[in-house]
């Protein structure tokens, strides 16, 4: 035995050439149990302990369990006995980290290592040499550790250590796969063989620093030992491919080692990587040094793709009053959608990474979740929405658009510039009337711009109804002038002051009535809202009375 090894773990090579010295052979009352334990000196702490039971005709099976010991828990070792049989028993806890074998055909990970004895005095020893030994295996494990610290070296580590596994009557080939061009995307092909030949084939993509630390585990399936982790906030930022195409997201990543060994190096292996996989990410995002800047780095990311034979065609005007179009084209046919916004609109914190299908969303919502975006399909418009989705063909682009969408959101500004009366006048009566069968006028009443009338004639299923408002600025609260949007109509809602009825509504010329709010039917947003702007400075111009 090499001195390195005595020097380092001479203690635990002693108290298992002790166990070893106390396993033999055991007769209970109608079968026999031969039992060896034999381990290299380069690794003392992995155990290989062959049990050959016979029974009374001479018919034996011989069972080979294979483990760390200093994966076995030292404060689940204790004695056992049934009528004719007494037994040590070591466990591992939740993990089955015990390889199984009978006859040499590969069994099911065990949690548990019994081991016969002749007598009590027998099962001390064997108990005491367990308990002794378990400690000091795992301190050697430990000690032949050795991982890279660095991303670079991290990631060819975990290549070089994602193999082919034999797994009884399944091999699995994988291999780890990375992205040359980005720090953190790793792919991982997957192959499935049975007896019959190939089973399955995937890939899955994620990025590294997406995985959260503390789910990155071991995990035992009967004759298989994977290692899985979730995305962080269990978002599903893995692509599945199955067979060539794209077959949706998931939030899980599994790998497969060749023993619970192997699993728990993977594990510290990943662990250590996530955190510098994500500052390295980080670092890929782009630097906008402008709003307008950030504008022209969006529009440009905003670009074609093709997924599964589906064409998407898209586009982003770089202007803070955007318009984002997006055609789609596949075998039943094309859909053609488009979405007029404000980013000054748009909720910062909202701003998200979804997944649909087999795309990425960038998707925003507005503030306080106002029905603020013009939306149309296939030339037709549809209601007003909350939600704006760009879509990405992967995590990196998605990424990338997500953190320039935050920046121009923070930069974008929402004041409106007031207009004057006379601006105020021709934007009322010059939108298209009759497409929203509304036409609408405000004029000045005794000279003063501060006494107004709006008349309002409306057409619907050839009936005709007229309105006439009269009222005083300084009677309305400027402080809630707003935008109000139902469907797909827009409009400016005008209450008075402490909601008192003081707008003088006259319906067809002749019913009269009190109101303390009315409304200005506007052609969109951008004009509704230099309408509230243009209202609301009129308003305040006017001398309280």
Same mark, same amino acid.
Request: charged share 30%; glycine share 6%; with cysteine.
């Given at each position: 035995?090499?001195?390195?090894?005595?020097?380092?773990?001479?203690?635990? *090579?002693?108290?298992?050439? /002790?166990?070893?010295?106390?396993?033999?052979?055991?007769?209970?009352?109608?079968?026999?149990?031969?039992?060896?334990?034999?381990?290299?000196?380069?690794?003392?702490?992995?155990?290989?302990?062959? $049990?050959?039971? $016979?029974?009374?005709?001479?018919?034996?099976?011989?069972?080979?369990?294979?483990?760390?010991?200093?994966?076995?828990?030292?404060?689940? !070792?204790?004695?056992?006995?049934?009528?004719?049989?007494?037994?040590?028993?070591?466990?591992?806890?939740?993990?089955?980290?015990?390889?199984?074998? /009978?006859?040499?055909?590969?069994?099911?990970?065990?949690?548990?290592?019994?081991?016969?004895?002749?007598?009590?005095?027998?099962?001390?020893?064997? +108990?005491?040499? @367990?308990?002794?030994?378990?400690?000091?295996?795992?301190?050697?494990?430990?000690?032949?550790?050795?991982?890279?610290? +660095?991303?670079?070296?991290?990631?060819?580590?975990?290549?070089?250590?994602?193999?082919?596994?034999?797994?009884?009557?399944?091999?699995?080939?994988?291999?780890?796969?990375?992205?040359?061009?980005?720090?953190?995307?790793?792919?991982?092909?997957?192959?499935?063989?049975?007896?019959?030949?190939?089973?399955?084939?995937?890939?899955?993509?994620?990025?590294?620093?997406?995985?959260?630390?503390?789910?990155?585990?071991?995990?035992?399936?009967?004759?298989?030992?994977?290692?899985?982790?979730?995305?962080?906030?269990?978002?599903?930022?893995?692509?599945?491919?199955?067979?060539?195409?794209?077959?949706?997201?998931?939030?899980?990543?599994?790998?497969?080692?060749?023993?619970?060994?192997?699993?728990?190096?993977?594990?510290?292996?990943?662990?250590?990587?996530?955190?510098?996989?994500?500052?390295?990410?980080?670092?890929? #995002?782009?630097?906008?040094?402008?709003?307008?800047?950030?504008?022209?780095?969006?529009?440009?990311? !905003?670009?074609?793709? &093709?997924?599964?034979?589906?064409?998407?065609?898209?586009?982003?005007?770089?202007?803070?009053?955007?318009?984002?179009?997006?055609?789609?084209?596949?075998?039943?046919?094309?859909?053609?959608?488009?979405?007029?916004?404000?980013?000054?609109?748009?909720?910062?914190?909202?701003?998200?990474?979804?997944?649909?299908?087999?795309?990425?969303?960038?998707?925003?919502?507005?503030?306080?979740?106002?029905?603020?975006?013009?939306?149309?399909?296939?030339?037709?418009?549809?209601?007003?929405?909350?939600?704006?989705?760009?879509?990405?063909?992967?995590?990196? $682009?998605?990424?990338?658009?997500?953190?320039? #969408?935050?920046?121009?959101?923070?930069?974008?500004?929402?004041?409106?510039?007031?207009?004057?009366?006379?601006?105020?006048? &021709?934007?009322?009566?010059?939108?298209?009337?009759?497409?929203?069968?509304?036409?609408?006028?405000?004029?000045?009443?005794?000279?003063?711009?501060?006494? *107004?009338?709006?008349? *309002?004639?409306?057409?619907?299923?050839?009936? !005709?109804?007229?309105?006439?408002? /009269?009222?005083?600025?300084?009677?309305?609260?400027?402080?809630?002038?707003?935008?109000?949007?139902?469907?797909?109509?827009? /409009?400016?809602?005008?209450?008075?002051?402490?909601? +008192?009825? @003081?707008?003088?509504?006259?319906?067809?010329?002749?019913?009269?009535?009190?109101?303390?709010?009315?409304?200005?039917? !506007?052609?969109?947003?951008?004009?509704?809202?230099?309408?509230?702007? $243009?209202?609301?400075?009129?308003?305040?111009?006017?001398?309280?009375?």
């Amino acid at each position: 035995m090499s001195g390195a090894v005595l020097g380092q773990g001479g203690d635990l *090579v002693r108290h298992l050439e /002790e166990l070893k010295k106390q396993l033999g052979e055991v007769k209970a009352d109608k079968k026999t149990y031969r039992q060896e334990v034999s381990y290299t000196p380069e690794q003392p702490y992995r155990l290989n302990i062959l $049990t050959e039971e $016979t029974d009374s005709k001479g018919k034996s099976i011989k069972r080979r369990a294979v483990l760390n010991l200093g994966a076995m828990d030292k404060n689940l !070792v204790g004695r056992e006995n049934s009528k004719d049989l007494m037994w040590v028993s070591a466990r591992s806890g939740s993990l089955p980290v015990i390889k199984t074998y /009978e006859d040499e055909v590969l069994g099911d990970y065990s949690s548990v290592l019994e081991l016969y004895c002749k007598d009590v005095d027998n099962a001390r020893a064997v +108990e005491e040499a @367990l308990k002794a030994a378990i400690p000091l295996a795992d301190a050697a494990w430990r000690k032949t550790i050795s991982l890279p610290t +660095e991303l670079p070296a991290l990631r060819s580590w975990l290549v070089a250590h994602v193999q082919n596994i034999d797994a009884g009557d399944v091999t699995l080939k994988q291999a780890l796969v990375l992205d040359d061009k980005h720090p953190a995307q790793t792919w991982l092909t997957f192959e499935e063989y049975d007896k019959k030949g190939l089973k399955k084939a995937e890939k899955f993509g994620w990025d590294l620093g997406d995985l959260h630390e503390p789910s990155v585990k071991a995990q035992v399936r009967r004759k298989q030992v994977m290692v899985e982790a979730d995305i962080r906030q269990k978002q599903e930022f893995v692509s599945v491919e199955q067979d060539g195409k794209k077959n949706g997201f998931a939030r899980t990543v599994s790998i497969a080692t060749e023993d619970v060994d192997q699993a728990q190096l993977l594990v510290l292996a990943l662990q250590t990587a996530i955190p510098l996989a994500r500052t390295a990410s980080e670092h890929t #995002l782009p630097k906008a040094t402008s709003l307008q800047d950030g504008l022209h780095k969006l529009s440009q990311l !905003v670009q074609n793709f &093709t997924i599964n034979q589906e064409n998407h065609e898209q586009s982003l005007t770089a202007a803070q009053v955007a318009t984002y179009s997006h055609r789609t084209a596949k075998e039943k046919g094309t859909t053609e959608e488009q979405y007029i916004f404000n980013f000054a609109d748009l909720s910062e914190p909202s701003v998200s990474i979804e997944t649909s299908k087999q795309v990425f969303l960038v998707e925003a919502t507005t503030a306080g979740k106002q029905s603020l975006i013009e939306v149309r399909k296939d030339g037709e418009q549809q209601n007003y929405t909350q939600k704006l989705a760009l879509q990405a063909p992967d995590l990196a $682009t998605a990424k990338q658009m997500q953190h320039l #969408l935050r920046y121009i959101i923070k930069s974008s500004s929402n004041k409106e510039a007031p207009h004057d009366l006379a601006w105020l006048r &021709t934007s009322l009566a010059g939108f298209d009337e009759r497409q929203v069968g509304v036409q609408q006028k405000l004029e000045i009443r005794e000279g003063s711009t501060c006494k *107004v009338a709006l008349s *309002v004639r409306k057409e619907s299923n050839k009936k !005709v109804d007229e309105y006439l408002y /009269e009222f005083n600025l300084y009677d309305i609260d400027a402080d809630k002038v707003s935008l109000k949007v139902k469907g797909k109509n827009v /409009e400016v809602a005008v209450p008075t002051r402490f909601g +008192e009825e @003081l707008i003088k509504e006259y319906t067809n010329g002749d019913k009269i009535k009190y109101a303390k709010e009315t409304t200005f039917a !506007v052609p969109g947003i951008a004009t509704g809202k230099s309408v509230v702007a $243009t209202l609301q400075k009129l308003v305040r111009d006017c001398p309280k009375k």
